[in-house]
């Protein structure tokens, strides 16, 4: 099946700093990525909507000031997480879509903000 | 809100029995439903798919059952594996593709030996 990459897999940083999370589809195209969070034990929650050249769509409770998203070509969308907070530690995963149906998934970024 | 749930947290089975999760979804438009595996600190893996027009839906150990009257979805997995544990996610959507997903809450599968 069709691969998405997602890089870092884990990062640390300190509280009030960014950090920047990329999303690569490395075999097709993606004109669509999504990205979700995951806190231990839950289930994926959507935060966004990222369409290629244009502006992201957010989730209702999702600050887009603080998860700003950038969507600059088909195969990459990345995620940056702005003045990190340790609440703000959790497990981020991006999907592209492939075709109509199928939406793969890239392995995850553990982010903990110290 | 619409939501998908799930009704064990956690199941146990031996290996080489049968497992069967299941999954209940509330919004009657949903018309396209996907089990994902979830193995510790990894996104989701595709396991299979099934759209509102069927009721069974077969892959290679797995089967997906659609009982749209009562809203209800099962992951039958034959034969279990010590490979197949991981967290078992049901998703849907009502835009018929795999855009917008909405994931239940998960289910913990562990095999025993």
């Known amino acids: 099946g069709a691969v998405v990459s997602q890089h870092p897999s884990r990062v640390i940083c300190k509280s009030g700093t960014s950090v920047k999370i990329e999303c690569r589809s490395l075999d097709f195209q993606a004109t669509t990525m999504f990205w979700y969070r995951q806190f231990p034990k839950q289930s994926l929650m959507l935060m966004a909507t990222s369409n290629e050249g244009s502006k992201a769509t957010y989730e209702q409770g999702v600050e887009k000031d603080k998860f700003l998203i950038n969507h600059a070509s088909l195969t990459l969308s990345t995620l940056t997480v702005t003045s990190a907070h340790p609440e703000d530690s959790s497990f981020y995963i991006c999907?592209?879509?492939?075709?109509?149906?199928?939406?793969?998934f890239g392995q995850g970024t553990r982010l903990t903000v110290v | 809100g619409e939501s998908v749930g799930l009704h064990l947290p956690t199941l146990s089975v031996q290996e080489g029995d049968n497992s069967i999760i299941n999954c209940a979804y509330s919004n009657s438009a949903s018309d396209y439903f996907i089990w994902y595996k979830q193995e510790s600190g990894k996104g989701p893996q595709f396991i299979i798919d099934?759209?509102?027009?069927?009721d069974k839906r077969q892959g290679q150990r797995v089967t997906v059952l659609l009982n749209k009257t009562v809203k209800h979805l099962s992951l039958q997995i034959a034969a279990t594996q010590p490979g197949d544990s991981a967290v078992y996610f049901c998703a849907e959507t009502s835009s018929g593709s795999a855009r917008q997903l909405t994931f239940g809450s998960g289910t913990q599968l562990t095999v025993l030996p």
């Open positions: 099934i759209r509102s027009n069927m």
């Open positions: 999907s592209g879509n492939h075709g109509v149906t199928e939406a793969f």
